[in-house]
């Protein structure tokens, strides 16, 4: 697979100087396979900036804490993190971008879309469960499991998307 060599260049004005320090260059060079190609080779769809933004947001739970609230929540384990990154594949194939993404108290991730008065919340546990809560101010809740696979996550973002259109 082709790499690609990125280099950013960090100017001597951009670096604090102080007798004890002094001035300097600093160059960072990183390795990365060209976006075309990874997706390709991935069976991806094409993913914007934004969308990167999320996915490297998603792999960042991984590196929390036990207690990483300030009381006592479990961090995200693998197979949520696993499971979040399905659905959000599935809702970046229908541009359906999620207003909140974060780790759950309960012990896994959570993804939040919001329109208006309609909520849906997807809770990806650390045992592989899956349930969306869907939410209308003020009235009533529906909680529903759904299946940790391509296959249902495509369905359920299709009724996801119909549900905050209605």
Do not use: H
Not at 96 to 110: D, E, I, K, Y
Not at 138 to 160: C, K, L
Request: glycine share 4%; hydrophobic share 45%.
């Amino acid at each position: 697979m082709t790499q690609v060599a990125n280099t950013l260049w960090v100017p001597r004005m951009a670096i604090a100087t102080s007798p004890l320090r002094p001035a300097f260059a600093l160059r960072i060079v990183w390795q990365e396979t060209p976006r075309a190609i990874s997706d390709a080779v991935a069976g991806k769809v094409p993913c914007e900036d934004s969308w990167r933004e999320l996915l490297a947001k998603l792999e960042g739970f991984a590196q929390l804490k036990e207690g990483w609230n300030g009381y006592t929540a479990p961090p995200p384990q693998t197979v949520a993190i696993q499971n979040a990154r399905l659905l959000l594949q599935a809702m970046q194939q229908d541009d359906l971008r999620p207003t909140r993404l974060s780790p759950s108290a309960m012990g896994g991730v959570a993804i939040t879309r919001r329109q208006g008065k309609r909520k849906v919340l997807v809770e990806c546990y650390n045992d592989s469960r899956v349930y969306a809560l869907f939410s209308e101010r003020p009235s009533a809740m529906r909680v529903v499991p759904i299946t940790a696979d391509w296959t249902a996550f495509e369905r359920f973002v299709r009724a996801m998307r119909d549900y905050l259109n209605a």
